[in-house]
Nanobody
Framework: QVQLVESGGGSVQTGGALRLACVAS????????MAWFRQAPGKERERVAS???????NYAESVQGRFTISKDNAKNSLYLEMNSLKPEDTARYYC?????????????????WGQGTQVTVSS
């Protein structure tokens, strides 16, 4: 089992920045894919960014150029730097892990999930 705990959410104004963190514990594998998903009220959960076991990153078009995903294997931590935030970024953000070094776009392929952290961007 893997436990994921997110932190760093909060409320900011349009144009602001936040840094989310996710700490993994338990039976973690260094080469697992890690990702950030988000879910806004009334919408489906979507993958925001992912980083493969070989550090290949992928971003949703809506956040490309504004968000940066990274990880620190020594700290078992995953991060999401979010800049130039917009009201449409408001959502609950989830950290997820998928066994295997490649990253799926489908949430059903992710094996472990955190409880999420709320991000609210006001105009």
């Amino acid at each position: 089992q893997v436990q994921l705990v997110e932190s760093g959410g909060g409320s900011v104004q349009t144009g602001g920045a936040l840094r989310l963190a996710c700490v993994a514990s338990g039976n973690t594998h260094r080469r697992d894919c890690m990702a950030w998903f988000r879910q806004a009220p009334g919408k489906e959960r979507e993958r925001v960014a992912s980083i493969s076991g070989y550090d290949r990153t992928n971003y949703a078009e809506s956040v490309q150029g504004r968000f940066t995903i990274s990880k620190d294997n020594a700290k078992n931590s995953l991060y999401l730097e979010m800049n130039s935030l917009k009201p449409e970024d408001t959502a609950r953000y989830y950290c997820a892990a998928q066994r295997g070094s490649w990253c799926s776009t489908s949430e059903s392929d992710y094996n472990y999930w955190g409880q999420g952290t709320q991000v609210t961007v006001s105009s």
